[in-house]
Nanobody, 124 residues
Framework: QVQLVESGGGLVQAGGSLRLACAAS????????VGWFRQAPGKEREFVAT????????YYTESVKGRFTISRDNAKNTVYLQMSSLTPEDTAVYYC?????????????????WGQGTQVTVSN
């Protein structure tokens, strides 16, 4: 059984930084597609970033490029999301996702496994 456990969310002022972590059990991240989605109140879930497979191809949604960095520690079977220059628009519950393979990385329905979510709140 695959389990994803997120950590690192919290409250931060605009312009600040946070690092999210997601530890997986039951499946090796280095041979999977792993990443992050987020959902703000009243909005649909939104793709944030993904690392794909052993070659580690990385994808970001346009709004976080240059501010967020996704990385993977294969030895710890953990994926990270380093977030900087945060704005109130980044406020959301952030979900770690994992799947053996996906066709379209930005499509939520393609990911089989989801973490419980961690709240990120950015204040003015």
């Amino acid at each position: 059984q695959v389990q994803l456990v997120e950590s690192g969310g919290g409250l931060v002022q605009a312009g600040g930084s946070l690092r999210l972590a997601c530890a997986a059990s039951g499946r090796t991240m280095s041979t999977s597609v792993v990443g992050w989605f987020r959902q703000a109140p009243g909005k649909e879930r939104e793709f944030v970033a993904t690392i794909r497979g052993s070659l580690g191809a990385i994808y970001y949604t346009e709004s976080v490029k240059g501010r967020f960095t996704i990385s993977r520690d294969n030895a710890k079977n953990t994926v990270y999301l380093q977030m900087s220059s945060l704005t109130p628009e980044d406020t959301a519950v952030y979900y770690c996702v994992l799947s053996a393979s996906v066709t379209y990385v930005a499509r939520a329905a393609e990911y089989r496994y989801w973490g419980q979510g961690t709240q990120v709140t950015v204040s003015n």
